[in-house]
């Protein structure tokens, strides 16, 4: 059985989408294609059902992937032993984490890895959400909840620090904060609470909670630019503000926060040269900006 056949296979398995596969195999969709119906002939069986949303696996198409990601597994060993001391990690790697983190963080360090090599390419899905390794939505994933389902190797990467912010302007033109009992009837910024991905983001509760929220948003970069135009308070990652001096933290004794962020992936996936080098750097690149991250000197 021709293993080109089953590596397209594998991918659409992984992604469940024609395009996506093809992406990730560095091909047109036409050859996924092309591929898929070529194996479905050896086989003798459909692998895939086509619905709207993209492909999905038939009950002959499940009982195959086990044994071509054992095969995959071998192979993406063998071809971390070929590459390893000649051209470095090649391929894609995927990474989702939350927006701020991913934005601010991330991207300019993950622009510094993929200059160091050329043959690797990053997605970075940075969103207001969860990503999810079960899904095979991405190859590595840092997120605020311990990963505790499935087959995953998981690691702490990080604590980071939040505090209370408002803009200079906001607080002159109302009533001084001195305690926590002065935040009644102030104005706050906060997330959409019927769209909050994770409990580890409900920071009022643990502070005041405000009769009504002046803005709410999924995006934390986006509730720091409506603070910054005097919205109102909101709980901010000191790694969000830390650049912006127009921003003023409030009650820093009382208002302090403390977060961590895990990095996981999927078991087989600690084979893969291009997602071990990735993951260790992204470990050594974060470990690097601690004090970004707890400018109070709260150790990861």
Request: hydrophobic fraction near 45%; glycine fraction near 6%; charge should be neutral.
């Amino acid at each position: 059985m021709d293993w080109d056949h089953l590596r397209h296979f594998w991918a659409l398995a992984e992604t469940g989408t024609l395009g996506a596969a093809a992406r990730r195999l560095g091909v047109d969709q036409t050859t996924v294609s092309r591929r898929l119906q070529a194996l479905e002939k050896q086989v003798g069986q459909a692998l895939f059902k086509r619905e709207a949303a993209g492909h999905r696996l038939t009950e002959a198409g499940r009982a195959l992937l086990p044994r071509v990601e054992a095969m995959a597994q071998a192979a993406s060993q063998v071809e971390s032993q070929l590459h390893s001391t000649e051209v470095g990690p090649t391929g894609l790697v995927r990474i989702g984490t939350t927006e701020g983190f991913g934005t601010l963080i991330l991207a300019p360090q993950l622009a510094r890895w993929s200059q160091l090599h050329p043959h690797l390419s990053i997605d970075l899905l940075a969103l207001p959400r969860l990503v999810h390794l079960s899904r095979r939505e991405a190859d590595i994933v840092i997120s605020l909840e311990r990963p505790s389902r499935g087959s995953v190797v998981v690691s702490r990467l990080t604590d980071y620090q939040l505090g209370l912010y408002a803009s200079a302007d906001y607080l002159r033109q109302h009533p001084a904060i001195e305690r926590s009992t002065d935040l009644a009837g102030h104005r706050f910024v906060s997330y959409v609470d019927d769209l909050l991905f994770t409990k580890e983001l409900q920071f009022l509760d643990e502070l005041h909670r405000p009769e009504r929220l002046a803005l709410r948003s999924t995006s934390v970069l986006s509730q720091y630019e409506a603070v910054k135009a005097g919205a109102g308070l909101a709980v901010l990652p000191a790694f969000v503000v830390q650049a912006d001096s127009g921003l003023v933290r409030v009650l820093p004794e009382v208002a302090r926060f403390t977060r961590t962020f895990w990095i996981s992936m999927a078991e087989e996936a600690k084979h893969q040269l291009r997602v071990q080098a990735t993951w260790q750097f992204v470990r050594e690149a974060v470990q690097a900006l601690a004090g970004r991250l707890n400018p109070d000197g709260v150790l990861p």
